[in-house]
């Protein structure tokens, strides 16, 4: 057993729902105890437990759940900062090109490896991943993901129409090889399949078709995909499936469930609300992508009181940063321009347990509590001379993740762990 002891933070319910005092558990001076990959305590020092090798880390340091990103595309990791142009003219000019480099596995694998490396320094230690169309590069994805030890959910990108030929299958074989990497990866160790067409308008009615039943066949396997990002996108939806609104599409092809998360939706109707609210579909929502892209301003308790369930992605490469600090900063921006305001705990949960509740994998991480995978971060309270003032000054423990949500970054975290193993550590 080892013992770290360390001002504690966790999120252990949802500040939305209960009292913000009684939504997480804060030690001033506190210990996480672990036994090889589980938590098998968490209090304050006082009270910790006899045996097992202590590892003291001071009052410098905050141990907390490690972050979770709901969204993010791996392979657009090269093109951060594309600007100039909203959604659908950015895929054309950037996204599609940017992609079909991955046809060649020799580039996979070298995005692959600096794509888990930055994750894990900005201690994002579980996230819900897009690949491309390649059946090999995705395979790499997922080969890279486990040999950094860490816990994702990763899909094939579904495309068989409305993008450039060396992107487009057709949907026998994208159900084929979509199946085949399933097989392979889904429920191995850590890592999860996301059945994954990339949003509507890059589909045929016969590629939905073929992603349902891949759903019917591996009911437990995660569906990804985008919904209601930007009105453009919504308004072709329209045009191309005049039967539907948007999430009657996916919803018609039985793709909606408890282990769907579509990101964006933020021009939902409130029909489309409740439909996803009755299917237990999930929505990432992704606010530094929003913005950059100018598809507009999520209405985050809309949302909620719908009984939605809602995380926080970055949404690389219309993200400008693999940083769930930032995600959280954007996120309350985002509300505040509405005129409602959002806590540091509220923020937390959303990036943490909120995020593990999203991906359906709450009952194993997100929160540290005993029985739970030892996944936490160590975060360094002095990592810049700012951060160091901030943070002594800082008036409770509230106060203190209100400074690290608005000017941390990855010089925070000190160093990452995923089932016991330690998976990153700052250098220096
Ligand atoms: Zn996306």
């Not at 993901?145 to 860490?150: D, K, N, P």
């Not at 992704?286 to 970055?314: A, E």
Request: charged share 25%.
């Amino acid at each position: 057993m080892k013992l770290f002891r360390a001002r504690i933070f966790t999120p252990v319910a949802d500040p939305f729902r209960t009292d913000a005092a009684n939504s997480y558990l804060a030690y001033d001076d506190g210990f996480l105890a672990i036994d090889r990959s589980r938590i098998v305590g968490i209090g304050p020092w006082e009270q910790h437990p006899a045996g097992g090798t202590v590892i003291d880390l001071g009052r410098e340091a905050l141990i907390t759940p490690g972050f979770f990103d709901t969204h993010l595309h791996a392979p657009q990791l090269e093109m951060i900062g594309s600007y100039g142009g909203h959604l659908l003219e950015w895929l054309n000019r950037y996204t599609f090109p940017t992609e079909a480099k991955f046809s060649d596995p020799k580039h996979a694998e070298t995005i692959a490896r600096a794509f888990f490396d930055e994750l894990l320094r900005n201690g994002t230690l579980c996230a819900l991943i897009f690949s491309t169309v390649h059946f090999e590069a995705t395979d790499i994805f997922f080969a890279e993901a486990e040999r950094h030890g860490f816990r994702g959910i990763i899909g094939k990108t579904m495309m068989d129409r409305n993008a450039p030929d060396p992107l487009l299958e057709n949907a026998k074989t994208s159900y084929e090889q979509s199946r085949e990497l399933l097989m392979k990866w889904h429920n191995r160790g850590l890592l999860r399949y996301a059945i994954a067409p990339r949003f509507a308008p890059t589909s045929t009615p016969e590629l939905l078709e073929r992603a349902g039943d891949l759903k019917r066949e591996f009911r437990d396997a995660y569906v990804h995909t985008h919904i209601s990002e930007n009105t453009t996108e919504v308004e072709w939806v329209h045009e191309l499936f005049p039967e539907a609104e948007y999430a009657d599409v996916y919803d018609n092809y039985g793709l909606l469930d408890e282990h769907t998360v579509l990101a964006h939706g933020v021009h939902l109707t409130e029909e489309e609300l409740d439909l996803l609210s009755r299917r237990g579909a999930r929505i990432s929502h992704c606010p530094n992508s929003n913005l950059f892209l100018g598809s507009g301003l999520f209405r985050l308790h809309h949302v909620l009181d719908y009984g939605v369930i809602v995380g926080l992605g970055t949404d690389i490469g219309a993200g400008t940063t693999p940083s769930m600090f930032a995600a959280m900063a954007d996120a309350y921006k985002v509300q505040q321009v509405q005129g409602v305001p959002l806590s540091p705990f509220e923020l937390w949960y959303l990036a943490t347990l909120g995020g593990a509740r999203t991906l359906s994998l709450d009952d194993e991480t997100g929160s540290l509590e005993s029985g739970k995978s030892a996944d936490f971060l160590i975060l360094d309270l002095q990592a810049t001379p700012l951060i160091a003032m901030r943070s002594e000054r800082a008036a409770n423990i509230e106060d203190l993740l209100a400074g690290l949500i608005f000017m941390g970054d990855d010089r925070v975290v000190q160093s990452a762990y995923i089932a016991g193993r330690e998976v990153s550590r700052k250098a220096g």
